[in-house]
């Protein structure tokens, strides 16, 4: 099992960058794929990124495609998104979520099994 807490999240201009964390308890985080998603009020959950235990693996949302870039530290148990020309379009709530499985490119949120508790990001225009 693995714990999952994201940080970095807050209040940024258009245009601008935000990088979020997700830090996990445990062992065996670089067994896991990761992925961030984000919740806009009223909307679905909804797919950004994610990235094989190594790291050499990643999938992105055609949404964020280019400006968004998820990375892994598996040494520091992290997981990071670095966020460029926000819009006011990104503002949410971002979650990190861990799948045990291998990375197969999913991208629903059924197929995750641990998720963080979720950091806003605010872009205004």
């Known amino acids: 099992q693995v714990q999952l807490v994201e940080s970095g999240g807050g209040l940024v201009q258009a245009g601008g960058s935000l990088r979020l964390s997700c830090a996990a308890s445990g062992r065996t985080f670089s067994s896991y794929t990761m992925a961030w998603f984000r919740q806009a009020p009223g909307k679905e959950r909804e797919f950004l990124a994610s990235?094989?235990?190594?790291?050499?693996?990643?999938y992105y949302a055609d949404s964020v495609k280019g400006r968004f870039t998820i990375s892994r530290d598996n040494a520091k148990n992290t997981l990071y998104l670095q966020m460029n020309s926000l819009k006011p379009e990104d503002t949410a709530v971002y979650y990190c979520a861990a799948d045990r499985a291998p990375f197969t490119r999913a991208t629903t949120e059924y197929n995750y099994d641990y998720w963080g508790q979720g950091t806003q990001v605010t872009v205004s225009s």
């Open positions: 990235i094989s235990w190594s790291g050499i693996s990643t």
